[in-house]
């Protein structure tokens, strides 16, 4: 197989579009991959790879791994370890790439019992990213995230750590369009505030479908938002800390969520 050396190659220009802008994502529907495990896990999961991209180093090392998937609707190519390293957005790649599809917008299905994390306007990637990969681990029913960061970008996509392929993720940014999705399915609200008056987590006896709202790391839920839940909640906290990083938070709301 003919090794790219090229950073002109058209694969290779697509992928560095698709890595550095949202509007290139959007536009293309299409987002990138990088590492070694996310890829397989992308590969296990049948989620649309279209271009399967090694360095020569990565191929000798991983490619009975990699080659042993279903890849006959998947362009492979292989590259120069070099550019490898210039494509890369991590210190030490491990030299496996790929172009993904985005899965098309569709509606979630509220189980009944079904847990729940809303995302309201979280801007960190590794704090989204970790918070996906936390509802996977406790095995929450969905995220829905509205006026976050771009689900699909590489610090999100590389924070999940292959959950984004497992859990099922919803992108709702109407405030509007989102709280008439979740009255119409009977699913109850609950704002995560800090506010000693507000409910405290570990006395809330969650039954039937249940979402909980999880603010900006910055400013927390709007009032317009939090009053439109129908229960806010605190997490108690001690000494003179009065608040936590946004994807602790949603953990231990979450680790609540599962008994």
């Known amino acids: ?77 292989v590259i120069s370890n070099e550019l490898g390293n210039k494509i890369s957005s991590t210190e030490k ?7 993904c599809r985005i899965p098309e917008k569709k509606k ?13 306007g979280l801007q960190d990637p590794g704090n989204a990213g970790m918070v996906i990969r936390t509802a996977d681990a406790l095995g929450m029913d969905g995220v829905i ?4 960061c771009d689900l699909y970008s590489p610090k999100v996509i590389r924070s999940t750590m292959g959950s984004v392929f497992r859990v099922d993720i919803t992108v709702e940014n109407d405030t509007d369009a989102l709280f008439a999705m979740l009255a119409e399915a009977g699913v109850s609200t609950y704002a995560a505030v800090i506010d000693k008056d507000a409910l405290d987590i570990s006395r809330c006896g969650f039954s039937g479908r249940c979402a909980v709202f999880i603010g900006n790391e910055g400013n927390g839920l709007p009032r317009e938002v939090s009053g439109r839940c129908t229960e806010r909640v605190t997490i108690p906290m001690r000494g003179t800390i009065n608040s936590l990083n946004a994807a602790m938070a949603a953990g231990i709301m979450m680790w609540e969520l599962a008994k």
Do not use: W
């Open 1 to 77: 197989m003919e090794i790219i050396t090229s950073k002109d190659n058209p694969v290779i220009k697509l992928y560095q579009k698709l890595s550095s802008s949202k509007k290139e994502r959007v536009e293309y529907g299409l987002f990138v991959l990088e590492g070694l495990r996310i890829v397989e896990d992308a590969l296990r999961e049948d989620s649309g790879i279209t271009h399967l991209i090694v360095t020569k180093q990565a191929q000798e090392r991983f490619g009975e791994e990699l080659f042993q998937a279903d890849l006959r609707d998947t362009k492979t190519i």
């Open 93 to 99: 790649t491990q030299g496996v790439f790929a172009v």
């Open 108 to 120: 979630p299905v509220f189980k009944d019992n079904g847990r729940y994390i809303v995302l309201y």
């Open 145 to 148: 995230l509205s006026g976050c």
